[in-house]
């Protein structure tokens, strides 16, 4: 069985979301773009750029988190980022000690960069739902479809440079998804 891939364009935000075989379908594959292209925007990401969602299972997130973290068993999301973190605009979930002197590869203009993949355990994001230990925090309960956006979008941080190692590192990024939270929960009741 193939993988579900969609190809989806948001100006300037180009979204490669790909559904490995036997995970379950939560929202539609537009609705997590749309949810990456807010956070791409939110975070000063430089654009025109590119970036991959792989929606997968546990299985593959363990495995994933072994060979790259060295943490043993599953976890809700991982991010491959591609650009080192002085690519991305200062901000306040940024520990100030990873900005260096170093410039980014720079492209041609008008070349899309390729910021960096996401994976997602759609697996850990019903689960996480469903027994009420959701929103980043372990203390949110709603839909599963709520969970894997919010997901996505911290993934979606953490290409971008932002990261919750330190205390106000976490305290910026916890801020920065309430409200892209808050946005997008309104622009969907207009909806």
């Known amino acids: 069985m193939k993988p579900a891939r969609a190809q989806l364009y948001l100006p300037p935000w180009r979204v490669e979301v790909e559904e490995r075989p036997g995970t379950p379908r939560v929202i539609p594959m537009r609705s997590l773009a749309r949810s990456i292209a807010a956070a791409l925007s939110a975070a000063g990401a430089p654009a025109p750029a590119s970036i991959d969602l792989i929606l997968s ?61 996401i994976v997602v355990s759609v697996e850990r994001a019903i689960e996480q739902a469903n027994a009420g230990r959701g929103g980043q925090t372990g203390d949110r309960r709603w839909s599963p479809g709520d969970e894997l956006r919010l997901l996505v979008r911290h993934g979606t941080l953490h290409i971008c440079g932002w990261d919750h190692a330190r205390p106000e590192e976490e305290s910026a990024m916890r801020e920065l998804e309430q409200r892209m939270l808050t946005l997008d929960r309104s622009s969907r009741r207009r909806a």
Not at 59 to 64: G, I, K, P, S, T
Not at 72 to 98: I, K, N
């Open 57 to 117: 299972d546990d299985r593959e997130l363990a495995e994933l988190n072994a060979a790259h973290l060295g943490h043993e068993g599953p976890t809700d999301v991982l991010s491959f980022p591609l650009l080192p973190p002085v690519a991305f605009a200062a901000h306040s979930g940024q520990d100030p000690r990873l900005r260096s002197a170093v410039e980014p590869f720079a492209l041609p203009p008008g070349r899309r960069v390729h910021l960096g993949d």
